[in-house]
């Protein structure tokens, strides 16, 4: 008799997860990723801000799974599914729509940005979610201070050396609070004509406060910390404007050449392809064992599902999608194996960190709340812990010690995937042909 076949769809903190725990599972489990690799997204602002290179914190879904022999691993990108025909439809650079049959379907196709409807600000602010994104990120940035060194007139650098984020959530607030270290220790004495410390970081939100899910303490002590790392904060206003200029906020112009959106995320379109209910966000509604109503084959987790405990909505932070890949893998390898199923779904909150600059962080977790140092080495603590495979741990490590102790940091190339030198070519020659011994 042939095996069940279980299909994963994202290999984020979720579809990972739940691969693992098919670990032992009699099943042929196929995981797909329109991507070769899983990325640790906590640490993308470290790629964007140079300290981390991108092969840090990402690693091939491939070698991840290299010893389990029960998993197929394909790249691509999934269009599509029909629940009905228990099928999904698959794309790659060779072949469209390519239908792949299941037994079991897990969805974790985490978030996108969403630009809350100005989908025209995308062009000028480009968002933090792929490895792309972090390094076309750190490409703008380093290429500013590379425009304010080559421009001779100096009325043109602040408008250069000011940078915009968009969105004082985590993201928003760890970036801000990492460029200023850049601008104050790395890029310090690289320049001759710009002084790199005298760039202009803006933080700007409409919320009242800055990392809005933590405490008012803590938003607080972030708050104080990013004042003494000279970033701007500005709070309570939406951003009217985007354009190559720079940004509009509250009716003021702040010229930038370098805006960055570190605000809202918009679930996968999985919800589309199930046709099944969504929650305002577009997250698919799931049940406590975290299937989709009326198909106890399909699971949906992490970023891309929607499930509240306690009243409240799980959070669509990488705990959350890694208990419930975790959960939905152990779900179908009780069914598969004709056990009975595990008790609901329950979310265990570990806490929240956010890390502003160097050797500070705030954390919290129930009770608990803490800011500064400690709560840096347990965040640093946490993350090695997270990282796919104990090579990132420890380069990460040691890359963490040698940029704290030098200053020096991982990745400061500039690197144009666009551009090659075919695209400019040189003078052509004409080469008269000639015969042989001619
Ligand atoms: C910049 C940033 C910082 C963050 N910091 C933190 C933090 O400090 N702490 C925290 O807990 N959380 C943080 N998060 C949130 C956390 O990363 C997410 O909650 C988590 O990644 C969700 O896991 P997931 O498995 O649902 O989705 P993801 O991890 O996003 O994985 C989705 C996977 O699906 C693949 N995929 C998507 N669509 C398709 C498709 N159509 N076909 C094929 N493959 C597809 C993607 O390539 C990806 O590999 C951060 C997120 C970002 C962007």
Redesign the pocket.
């Known amino acids: 008799m042939s095996q069940p076949k279980i299909i994963i769809?994202?290999?984020?903190?979720?579809?990972?997860?739940a691969a693992k725990a098919l670990k032992n599972t009699p099943a042929e489990v196929i995981l797909?990723?329109?991507?070769n690799?899983?990325?640790?997204?906590?640490?993308?602002?470290q790629v964007a801000t140079s300290v981390l290179t991108p092969s840090q914190i990402a690693t091939p879904i491939r070698g991840i799974f290299r010893n389990q022999k029960n998993i197929t691993v394909i790249m691509?990108?999934?269009?599509g599914a029909n629940k009905d025909k228990k099928c999904v439809f698959?794309s790659d650079e060779d072949r469209q729509n390519v239908t792949l049959a299941y037994d079991y379907l897990i969805l974790?196709?985490?978030?996108?940005h969403s630009y809350f409807g100005r989908d025209e600000f995308a062009e000028y602010a480009p968002?933090?979610?792929?490895l792309a994104d972090?390094e076309a990120a750190r490409n703008k940035i380093l290429q500013a201070f590379e425009l304010a060194e080559a421009e001779e007139d100096p009325t043109r650098h602040p408008e250069l050396l000011t940078f915009v984020l968009v969105g004082a959530g985590?993201?928003g607030v760890?970036?801000a609070g990492a460029l200023a270290i850049l601008v104050r220790t790395t890029l310090k004495s690289d320049f001759r004509r710009i002084n790199p410390s005298s760039t202009r970081i803006v933080l700007v939100d409409m919320a009242p406060r800055v990392l809005g899910p933590f405490s008012e303490n803590l938003s607080k002590a972030a708050r104080q910390r990013l004042d003494n790392l000279g970033v701007e904060v500005r709070l309570g206003h939406s951003v009217d404007r985007i354009d190559a200029e720079g940004v509009v906020i509250a009716g003021e112009r702040i010229p930038s050449k370098t805006v960055i959106w570190?605000a809202g995320?918009a679930p996968?379109?999985a919800g589309k392809w199930l046709n099944v209910e969504t929650d305002r966000a577009g997250r698919v509604r799931i049940l406590s064992d975290l299937t989709v109503p009326g198909h106890p084959e399909i699971c949906v987790?992490?970023?891309?599902?929607s499930l509240d405990q306690n009243g409240k909505p799980l959070?669509?932070?990488?705990?959350?999608?890694?208990q419930?890949?975790r959960y939905a893998g152990k779900l179908v390898h009780s069914r598969v194996a004709g056990n009975s199923p595990p008790s609901p779904f329950s979310y265990f909150d570990k806490g929240?960190?956010?890390v502003v600059g160097k050797g500070f962080a705030v954390l919290q977790s129930g009770k608990v709340q803490m800011s500064g140092l400690p709560a840096w080495i347990t965040w640093a603590s946490v993350?090695l812990q997270f990282l796919a495979t104990s090579s990132l741990r420890l380069t990460v490590l040691l890359q963490w010690i040698w940029t704290g102790v030098t200053g020096q940091r991982g990745d400061r190339l500039i690197v144009n995937h666009q551009r090659s030198e075919v695209a400019n070519p040189a003078p052509s020659i004409t080469v008269k042909s000639t015969s042989a011994g001619g």
């Open positions: 769809v994202g290999a984020g903190f979720g579809g990972l997860a797909i990723d329109r991507t690799h899983h990325l640790f997204q906590p640490l993308l602002y691509g990108e999934v269009t698959v974790a196709t985490g978030a996108s968002g933090l979610k792929s972090a985590p993201t760890e970036m570190t995320v996968s379109p987790v992490g970023d891309t599902a959070p669509g932070v990488a705990q959350v999608a890694m419930q890949g929240s960190m956010a993350h």
